[in-house]
């Protein structure tokens, strides 16, 4: 799927992308903020019908577009990437290798290059875990390091 | 003191309610602020508001500033480049004949020569304003022919600013040959200053000028505008080129998007001042005087917007759909025209361009949006365009 990207010099970006059955959307990114989303039908030289949205509007529908709105808030906060970074979370299962092992003789951050910054047990959450903390089934681990280095770190601890 | 703030409160209300007006009912701002001033003014029966326009001039010339300072601001020489060969070729195209026929229609009505030359101006150039307001108010933001017309008016705000550079020494009061060549050579000097600032010197502007928080780099930037603005006006050159200039060297900086944003609400205000003081300075009276000249002024505009949008739909391929778009959009004459009735009348040129310009650009506020919506429907009697 191709997207056009264009400047409109005086008003902000025009995003052509193709949609099923011919049609076209446009946005328009204002330079206010402002979007606005104009759907053209095939063959059709004159919108079929136009959306003006404030900028928050407009995150908001990208959003559910994206898939992002229905996950908890909680896993929203912790998947927010940043540059090559990443906040993860990972759920100890029954027979994963950390089960019953700690933080330290793991070896986490020398193995893996990431680093846990918080256990949610339960209904507790221990943040900044002392290294000597023994991790249980079922421990949920919130996780941050480089993308490219949390598979190894899922390998390791949840197996 | 009170007086004062009373006249200057009272335009603001005044423009503000006009305006809103023209809204609702489809017109742009600019022509109603101006006819606002027109109303409050000394020249008409009624409330006066205003006796005397000098008590706003100093509000209404920044006003002028914070217009030209945001024009300099937005200007981007790489628009005009991306826009390639087909843009260049449709500007010219736009602006040759209109500019043209301005001229020849300034020495036609024997005003004067320098008269003349702001006429052309005056004629020849769009309102980015209006137009750009029009595109986005009649839903066309997504049509091909948009681009085209935008990049229309940067290719005429490129125009302004050297036809504003060259406009102050041909307006200025020399008397001999000498002094003539002295101011010629003082303008361009200053110039050469402002523009290598702009192209070597935006680095250490940007430094002294840019700060965390959003109300120094406001303080700030208004004054270095309006110093420069003056420091130009002393030198000879007009303070709209001098606010255009540093408007042009901190685009070049890192706070250009905050510049953007924080000078808006402050340019829209003040403009609205000076297109307000404006028309203060019309009697109404003198307009029925130029009711000619501005009816074939008018004529010949729409006539002209008419061919060039035709050539230039045919540069790029388009129909005449796209053709009638671009003509009809790009018909609105709005801040540049009454900048140089203003600029026409601080260099004590004929009288008569005052209220020439005034109900050009009211006669073509209300012809042209009415133009430009039924544009589609007017695209079918145009003639058809081979490509």
């Not at chain 1, 421990?139 to 949840?158: A, Q, S």
């Not at chain 2, 030359?117 to 769009?126: D, P, T």
């Not at chain 2, 502007?205 to 420091?231: K, M, S, W």
């Not at chain 2, 039924?374 to 058809?384: I, T």
Request: glycine residues 12%.
């Amino acid at each position: 799927m191709s997207i056009n990207e264009q400047d409109l010099p005086g008003i902000g970006r025009r995003y052509e992308v193709q949609a099923s059955r011919g049609q076209r959307v446009v946005v328009i990114l204002h330079h206010s903020g402002r979007r606005d989303l104009y759907v053209m039908d095939r063959h059709r030289e004159d919108p079929s019908c136009v959306v003006e949205l404030s900028d928050d509007q407009s995150r908001r529908i990208g959003a559910i577009l994206g898939g992002a709105f229905f996950k908890p808030a909680v896993v929203e906060e912790i998947e927010r990437v940043v540059g090559e970074f990443v906040v993860d979370w990972v759920t100890l299962g029954e027979d994963s290798p950390a089960v019953g092992r700690t933080l330290a003789d793991l070896g986490v951050r020398k193995q893996s290059g990431m680093s846990v910054i918080a256990i949610v047990r339960g209904k507790k959450t221990i943040t900044g875990p002392d290294p000597s903390e023994l991790l249980k089934a079922g421990d949920r681990l919130v996780v941050v390091g480089r993308h490219k280095d949390l598979p190894k770190f899922i390998n390791m601890v949840v197996g | 003191m009170s007086n004062e703030l009373i006249a200057l409160g009272g335009a603001f209300l005044a423009a503000g309610v006009l305006g809103r007006l023209g809204r609702r009912i489809g017109f742009p701002t600019i022509p109603f602020f101006m006819a606002a001033g027109i109303i409050m003014g000394p020249n008409t029966p009624g409330l006066v508001l205003i006796e005397n326009p000098e008590d706003l001039e100093v509000f209404a010339a920044v006003g002028l500033i914070m217009l030209l300072f945001h024009l300099g601001l937005e200007f981007a020489f790489k628009d005009l480049v991306a826009g390639g060969r087909q843009l260049i070729s449709t500007g010219a195209v736009h602006l040759g004949l209109k500019v043209g026929a301005g001229i020849a229609l300034g020495f036609a009505l024997g005003w004067g020569t320098k008269e003349a030359f702001v006429i052309a101006g005056a004629v020849g150039i769009s309102s980015s304003a209006i137009a750009t307001k029009l595109l986005v108010e009649l839903r066309r933001l997504a049509n091909q022919e948009t681009r085209m017309i935008l990049g229309i008016l940067v290719v005429e705000d490129v125009f302004l600013a050297l036809y504003l550079a060259m406009l102050s020494p041909i307006l200025g009061d020399a008397e001999t040959t000498a002094q003539a060549v002295f101011q010629v050579v003082r303008a361009f000097v200053f110039l050469a200053v402002l523009f290598a600032l702009a192209r070597y010197g935006s680095k250490t502007v940007g430094r002294l000028i840019d700060t965390e928080d959003d109300e120094t780099l406001t303080v700030t930037f208004v004054g270095f505008a309006v110093l420069v603005a003056g420091i130009a006006h002393e030198m000879g050159v007009s303070d709209a080129i001098g606010a255009f200039m540093v408007g042009m060297i901190l685009s070049e900086t890192a706070a250009r998007e905050r510049i953007e944003r924080l000078v808006l609400p402050l340019r829209d205000a003040f403009a609205a001042v000076f297109f307000f003081t404006f028309g203060l300075t019309i009697d109404p009276g003198d307009i029925t005087g130029v009711a000619g000249p501005v009816s074939i002024a008018a004529a010949l505009t729409i006539v002209l917007n008419i061919v060039a949008g035709t050539a230039g739909a045919r540069i790029y391929g388009f129909g005449r759909r796209e053709a009638s778009n671009a003509a009809f959009t790009l018909l609105g004459r709005g801040e540049f025209s009454l900048i140089l009735a203003t600029l026409a009348a601080a260099a004590g040129l004929d009288a008569r361009i005052g209220p020439f310009v005034a109900l050009y650009v009211l006669v073509l506020a209300v012809v042209g949006p009415l133009l430009a919506s039924r544009s589609e429907a007017l695209a079918r009697v145009l003639p058809r365009i081979r490509s």
